[in-house]
């Protein structure tokens, strides 16, 4: 039980962690659609610069995928450290071209092979000689920004494809010993059980503990931890599971969790598509830009952030976020994560509350049309199926209520 008292309770508005990947072009999908969701961070290559006032009217920081814009082993490119001055050249454009607000990160999942490692032959020393040049090339993108931004140039990194202590420790040092300031330490998680989802949270703390606040490295000046790709292939259209990422995404810290995007199925076409490049934010909408069940997921994660009252965990896999729009009225988003039915019991009988369901309906592929509420009489518990969102608003009674258990 969490109790919560909803006439004396301080509400304050709470910057959303939500983000995106590529996700859209110039014109599509609607500005509606993207602001609805109140991206806190949008990362992108090539397109950078050319979607950036779309990010930033959306009220997201853009992140300007460096490596992106130069190119990987998989496309053929050389390596940015055999011509390090026509990388730096090229990093420094970018940063003219995007600004001091913008955050640069280096090189996407430098700890793989397509992104990275198949530019090294294969040998005793060549984990070592891969590190080292990614730290070269980590050092010439940060002092490139340095030459536009001065002290105000943020880089990211180093964004490997899963979380390694060891490995963000290698690159602290690394950083260190270069006089290379890290304004964002970014890393990428895609766990696949309600386990992996809630070791983000232990994540996080982690790094926090010893790359932030340890003063050994408070001349790197961490500013940020930032999941810069999350949300794996298995749960990406679950809407439990996606509020789930973000509730520990948030009490473990995060400046941001960001949506990575992913190959679907072809459905009759005669290939799968890629929801990177089909403007569906992220697989949030269907190729044919109509809302998907997450898309309302995160729309009400995003509503949750303002006059934000609590969230908590109620149980393994259960969420609430409550919050207090206007004064009297209470809106709590509940969220299961989990993979069979559970019913949440409400502290008292509501008269009159207000329910929306999202539901994971199949593989949650299909549209889903905008919930509507239904008003509930004398509602005093809810249950909820496998990977459902449910919004509850009611009105306090007597000015006091408490969350749900």
């Not at 995928?65 to 490119?77: K, T």
């Not at 020393?125 to 920004?145: G, I, M």
């Not at 509730?247 to 199925?265: I, S, T």
């Amino acid at each position: 039980m969490l109790p919560a008292d909803f006439a004396h309770a301080q509400a304050r508005d709470v910057a959303p962690i939500f983000g995106l990947v590529h996700a859209a072009s110039q014109t599509a999908p609607s500005d509606a659609l993207i602001r609805t969701l109140h991206p806190r961070h949008w990362r992108a290559g090539r397109l950078t610069a050319e979607i950036a006032p779309r990010m930033r009217a959306a009220g997201a920081t853009p992140v300007q995928a460096l490596s992106d814009v130069w190119g990987y082993p998989m496309d053929g490119r050389p390596a940015p450290f055999a011509d390090m001055a026509a990388f730096s050249a090229q990093v420094r454009r970018q940063a003219e071209l995007l600004g001091p607000d913008a955050i640069y990160s280096v090189w996407n999942e430098p700890n793989s092979g397509a992104f990275w490692g198949n530019w090294f032959p294969e040998g005793p020393t060549q984990t070592q000689d891969a590190e080292r040049r990614l730290y070269d090339t980590f050092e010439a993108a940060y002092r490139a920004v340095e030459s536009v931004h001065g002290q105000d140039a943020k880089i990211a990194g180093p964004s490997i494809n899963g979380y390694d202590f060891g490995a963000l420790r290698r690159f602290m040092e690394a950083m260190l010993v270069r006089g290379v300031r890290v304004d964002t330490l970014a890393w990428h998680d895609f766990p696949t059980t309600l386990e992996g989802v809630e070791a983000i949270e232990a994540h996080l703390r982690e790094a926090r503990r010893a790359f932030v606040e340890d003063p050994r490295y408070a001349a790197v000046g961490v500013r940020q931890l930032l999941i810069e790709e999350s949300m794996a292939n298995e749960t990406h259209f679950a809407p439990g599971a996606l509020i789930a990422h973000l509730y520990h995404a948030e009490a473990g810290g995060a400046a941001g969790l960001m949506r990575a995007c992913w190959d679907e199925p072809a459905q009759g076409r005669r290939h799968a598509t890629s929801n990177c490049w089909n403007n569906s934010l992220d697989g949030l909408l269907t190729p044919q830009g109509a809302p998907r069940a997450a898309y309302w997921a995160m729309a009400a994660y995003a509503a949750s952030s303002q006059n934000r009252i609590g969230a908590r965990r109620l149980a393994p896999g259960l969420y609430a976020f409550a919050s207090r729009p206007t004064a009297g009225r209470i809106v709590v988003l509940i969220a299961s994560a989990r993979s069979t039915p559970i019913a949440v019991d409400l502290p008292s009988r509501l008269d009159g509350a207000r329910v929306a369901r999202f539901p994971l309906r199949g593989d949650g592929r299909a549209a889903m049309p905008r919930p509507a509420f239904a008003t509930t009489p004398n509602i005093s518990a809810l249950e909820l199926a496998p990977q459902e969102v449910v919004v509850l608003e009611f009105t306090g009674s007597n000015g006091r209520e408490v969350l749900p258990e």
